[in-house]
């Protein structure tokens, strides 16, 4: 078990975040007083996968644990400005703008 992850039950789950991806990523998600968190690192993959695939959180997968604590802690974060944060260090690290495009890639049709 790797910080709080089973890894069959992870396995299960494509896109998880590398070990590099995390490190990254790990900097930016300091612990600020309050209890500490379990695994920010599941959190942040489980944040990931709603926003790539466009479910509602209550179908978020049980690998990833409850959603309603994973949904907390992504308030939490937006409220604190940690996404701008992490989205300024991501427009300035210089990487491609194709491997930081995130495109919506749902339909809506309206009724005549």
């Given at each position: 078990?790797?910080?709080?992850?089973?890894?069959?039950?992870?396995?299960?789950?494509?896109?998880?975040?590398?070990?590099?991806?995390?490190?990254?990523?790990?900097?930016?998600?300091?612990?600020?007083?309050g209890r500490p968190?379990?695994?920010h690192r599941r959190?942040?993959?489980?944040?990931?996968?709603?926003?790539?695939?466009?479910?509602?959180?209550?179908?978020?997968?049980?690998?990833?644990?409850?959603?309603?604590?994973?949904?907390?802690?992504?308030?939490?974060?937006?409220?604190?400005?940690?996404?701008?944060?992490?989205?300024?260090?991501?427009?300035?690290?210089?990487?491609?703008?194709?491997?930081?495009?995130?495109?919506?890639?749902?339909?809506?049709?309206?009724?005549?």
């Amino acid at each position: 078990m790797i910080q709080g992850y089973s890894l069959r039950r992870a396995a299960l789950i494509r896109g998880l975040m590398t070990d590099d991806e995390w490190e990254y990523f790990e900097a930016f998600l300091v612990h600020r007083g309050g209890r500490p968190p379990r695994n920010h690192r599941r959190v942040l993959d489980a944040v990931f996968w709603v926003m790539r695939t466009g479910v509602p959180w209550r179908d978020l997968p049980e690998e990833f644990g409850n959603w309603n604590s994973i949904f907390r802690q992504f308030r939490r974060w937006a409220d604190s400005g940690v996404w701008d944060v992490i989205l300024e260090a991501l427009a300035g690290s210089g990487m491609s703008d194709a491997a930081l495009q995130m495109i919506d890639a749902t339909v809506i049709r309206a009724h005549h």
